[in-house]
């Protein structure tokens, strides 16, 4: 979400190089392009579809070092040259940019940069090459091998399980905290990291310590009417407490036939606590839980939130990764920023449902997929066998901060090149293994909608949590029975 992937919409990046040069890109509502995409383009230039932050990274200016440069250091024919067709960081917006052009059958984008949670449809639409059928053994052995999991799962076909899209790059949902400031009102949290606490304990303790330390904010989070509510932090806090869309992590990716059970009372306590962050003992709310969230948050994106946390005026902000790299450099916080995955109400042995329970964190990220309507098709997987080296990853990751897709890569990257996020490996491992996807089926961008207005409205109490999820569970049992009926 990210998005950019769900919600990450305004996010920064903060590797070692400066993006002055990524903001000079254009990013207004139309597309702007880095070189030409008319007829004259040469036989060897591919063109892919990114935003600003991606774009900043590709080329370099003189010396400096460069993604372009790293794929030709990685084996990439000299002669092919990857341009940047520099579209729009909101992920719904570049959902349907990427739909006008695969329905027209147009070329370029050779390559389309897929947000985590649309890749699906656009693969059940056969509007992406097949890459298991294009790749070479080898690359497609270490990708099916080193990646992690829940993003290759977003990229395959749900129902051949072949490999549509490459991940570029993953990415999870992590709570910050100040670590000094809950310490200081009498907490340990030593174990947090490894073992995060109940949501009880977590909202006691950070409403000591926003009230010892004077701040006006204890937690903030993303709780907008919008696809970073629906994918990634309502999902985060109602897996926490056991509860789910539609049952298990195994009706994930298949739509039509999977039970719905957003109105069962594991997801509904969930909204309850989140009505009690945001409202105190108000109706519709549960004893236990401290008010530690400010009303704003129902119209708060990602940025919105780290905000005041950044200015040192927040206990606790829950976001991706871009938010440790900002917050956790010494001219920050420094160690005193805490990361942690969710706090949780329910452990896994209690869940009903399979993947459900205990700490999570939301999956977000961004995947690469070849337009079958490109006549450059071989160029264009040529570089994306490029990417799958652990040479460019690292030097995604560096230059721009984005989490490599295998995981393992960023024990082994330098803290002077890649800042902050090193020092949490640990908590990122953590993170990767108890990662829960958004249901990345070809109904998600409709049933996404449903679900983030009827979550909102409750949050903002213009529903009982009952009756939201009581009219939300019709809504998308109506959803699912059209794909039934149209036999999809």
Known sequence: MGHDTAGQSDRSRFGRRSFLKAASVSTAGAVAVTGCLGRGREANTVVMTADSGVAGIIHSEGDEPSVQQALWDAGLDEEIRLEIQTVVSDSAARMQTAQSALEAGRAPPDIHMMDSGWTVPFVLRNQTVNLTEELSEDVLERVNSNYLEAILETARHPQTGDLHALPFFPDLGFTLYREDLIEDAGYDTGNWPSEPPSWEEFSAAVRDARDQAGLDYGFTTQAAAYEGLSCCTFNEVMTSWGGAYYGGADNLFTAGDRPITVDEERCIDAIRMMRSFIEGEEENTMDGYAQICPSAIVQWTEQQSLNPFAAGNAVSNRNW???????????????????????????QQEAEYDGTGGTVAALGGWNLAVSPFSERQDQALQVLEAFATEEVMLTVFELGGYLPPNLDLVAAASPEDVGPVVRYDDVVQQASENAIPRPATDLWPEQSALIYQSVNAAYRGEQSPEAAMSDLADELEQSEAEVETNGD
């Open 321 to 347: 990764s871009y938010a440790i790299a900002e917050t956790g450099t010494e001219e920050a916080f420094g160690e005193n920023l805490g990361v942690m995955t969710r706090p949780y109400a329910v452990s």
